[in-house]
Structures are given as structure tokens and as C-alpha cells.
């Protein structure tokens, strides 16, 4: 039976579209609402998403932030904690870093006392 469905069928389409992968994680955009008609609208949609289109290459905006964060630094929120005598951490706003400082005691070093 399927050698007798062929291109001219009613019901099937042939399409051509363009879609784009992460140069540093392979993240891509084979999902159905990231497949663009044409290299144009996929640049102006993508990077009004928050990836980074060079002509050598396209990073996600996860890699565009750890990009940026490794030639600026870290752009970190004030320390905090989420229990008593539990971690202390601080996040990175611009990527997903995270950064803690484990206690070991119940009484608060000098250390500790910076962080805060």
C-alpha cells in the first residue's frame, strides 16, 4: 500500500524550514513552535529569546549566560538561607551558577558573619 502514496497525495505537504542547535550543549529548537520559514525570522526570534547568532556559531541562552558570566563574573544575589543551621547560597541572576557555604556549627563564624 505504500508504494502506491506518492508526493501528489491531498493530504501530505512538503515542507522546508530552519532550525537551530546550541554550538556549546546541542540544545536545539526541534520543538514545533521553533521552526522558522526563514533564516531572517529564525535570527529575529531567536535572539529576541536570548540566543547568540554569530556567523562561526548559535548559543542557547544557557551558554550565552555562562559565556558572559565567565568573561564578567558572576552577577549574584545577596546570600541566604533556606533553613536553620542549612546551607547558605547565593544564585547567579544572569546564569544557573549557584553557589553555597555549608555550616558546620551552631555559632557563627567570622567567615559566616561576611556572607551575610
Not at 20 to 48: M, N
Not at 74 to 82: A, Q
Request: glycine fraction near 6%.
Amino acid at each position: 500500500m505504500s508504494d502506491r502514496i506518492t508526493v501528489n497525495h491531498p493530504a501530505i505537504v512538503s515542507l522546508a524550514c530552519y532550525a537551530v542547535s546550541c554550538t556549546e550543549c546541542r540544545e536545539g529548537t526541534e520543538g514545533w513552535d521553533w521552526h522558522y520559514p526563514t533564516i531572517a525570522e529564525l535570527v529575529a526570534s531567536l535572539t529576541g529569546e536570548g540566543w547568540t547568532l554569530t556567523p562561526d556559531e548559535a548559543l542557547c541562552p544557557d551558554c550565552t549566560a555562562k559565556r558572559t558570566c565567565a568573561r564578567e563574573g558572576h552577577d549574584w544575589t545577596p546570600w541566604g538561607y533556606l533553613q536553620a543551621q542549612g546551607p547558605w547560597f547565593r544564585v547567579c541572576q544572569r546564569c544557573p551558577t549557584i553557589d553555597y557555604h555549608r555550616t558546620t556549627s551552631t555559632t557563627t563564624t567570622a567567615a559566616e558573619s561576611s556572607i551575610q
